[in-house]
């Protein structure tokens, strides 16, 4: 069965709503789960939505409490996201570091207790949108081991970065493991294998079954240096923002625990460097030689046709995830027919 964009937006604003989730945090969550469905990463769209419900229910997804500013520069903020949700915490901080980038030329928000946001690119396109370069990290629970190890100790830990410009979309969005953890716990859930060279069971040999991989490491993308680029992100996003790091960061995976991740939000604004409308030029015409071959695609690209092609055909549910679903829009009195439509 498939869902429409719209509908899936629905279903997820009226399940909140039911929840006492206010109105505008809904929506947040909303835009933020549809974005990475629109794009391909269905690991962290609706498939990752009935994690979001059980936090809820555990208590460690708040909401009402109050996002705090509790450190502020011209340039800086620190924020307590006071376990709100992840994506309003994160839009919070993306908009801070905007407002803050107007001013100064650069916005750097770092931010402690919140909870899992999605996909990390739907914060740097919100720089994007103001003619910004986005850049967002966070650590997440141990899931790779440190090279040589079989332990996890460090987290998917992702990076995106959003570059504007006048004639494309020029995006990435990557977890600095060789697989997110969201794409494993999407293979168990439809019964699928995941590629060889991703993953190492609790034993450390190589795996393809996604349950094993889960209770065992996900190795690091290009070996040593998505290592060490994890690395890097574990501590800018862990002790930096006051969040933490290593085996004490939980949450991320087991919404029945609370959230003690970080996230470090970035906004750089060109005009202070010079034209702005010069620099998206030039953004575009490197685009241009890069591309001159024919048939080479760019950082966002496959997103672009992604959003084209699921605008269009919707999203796809499993079997599993229409009956997680369904379970809870009947928790609430929803009717999740209705929403979708019968698709």
């Not at 650590?139 to 079989?150: D, I, Q, S």
């Not at 493991?177 to 699928?192: D, F, T």
């Amino acid at each position: 069965m498939k869902i429409q964009i719209d509908a899936e937006k629905s279903l997820i604003i009226e399940i909140l709503k039911r929840m006492d989730v206010s109105e505008e945090d809904a929506k947040i969550v909303a835009d933020v789960t549809a974005d990475a469905d629109l794009k391909g990463f269905t690991s962290h769209g609706i498939g990752r939505f009935p994690q979001y419900i059980k936090g809820l229910k555990a208590g460690t997804i708040k909401t009402d409490t109050e996002i705090v500013v509790e450190r502020e520069t011209v340039s800086t903020a620190l924020i307590n996201g006071n376990h709100r949700f992840g994506h309003v915490v994160a839009s919070r901080g993306m908009e801070l570091a905007i407002e803050k980038a107007k001013e100064t030329g650069i916005g750097l928000v770092g931010i402690h207790d919140s909870n899992h946001f999605g996909a990390t690119g739907y914060y740097t396109d919100m720089a994007l949108m103001e003619d910004m370069i986005g850049v967002a990290i966070a650590n997440t629970e141990p899931a790779v081991a440190p090279l040589g190890g079989k332990e996890p100790i460090i987290g998917t830990n992702p990076i995106a970065i959003g570059m504007p410009s006048n004639k494309n979309y020029v995006s990435v969005d990557m977890a600095t493991s060789a697989s997110a953890r969201g794409k494993l716990i999407e293979a168990m859930r439809k019964g699928e294998r995941i590629p060889e060279n991703v993953a190492l069971d609790a034993d450390g040999n190589p795996t393809t079954d996604p349950e094993a991989a889960l209770k065992g490491s996900i190795l690091p993308f290009g070996a040593h240096k998505g290592y060490a680029l994890s690395f890097m992100i574990e501590l800018m996003a862990g002790p930096l923002v006051g969040a933490s790091f290593g085996k004490e960061v939980t949450g991320t995976a087991h919404p029945e625990e609370m959230c003690t991740k970080g996230d470090l939000i970035v906004a750089i604004d060109p005009s202070k460097f010079g034209d702005v409308e010069t620099f998206k030029t030039e953004v575009d015409d490197f685009i241009s030689e890069v591309k001159a071959p024919g048939n080479i695609f760019i950082p966002g690209d496959m997103e672009v046709r992604n959003v084209k092609r699921y605008k269009e055909e919707g999203v796809s549910l499993d079997d599993k995830l229409l009956s997680q679903l369904k379970e809870i829009a009947d928790e609430v009195s929803l009717d999740l027919e209705e929403i979708i439509g019968g698709q």
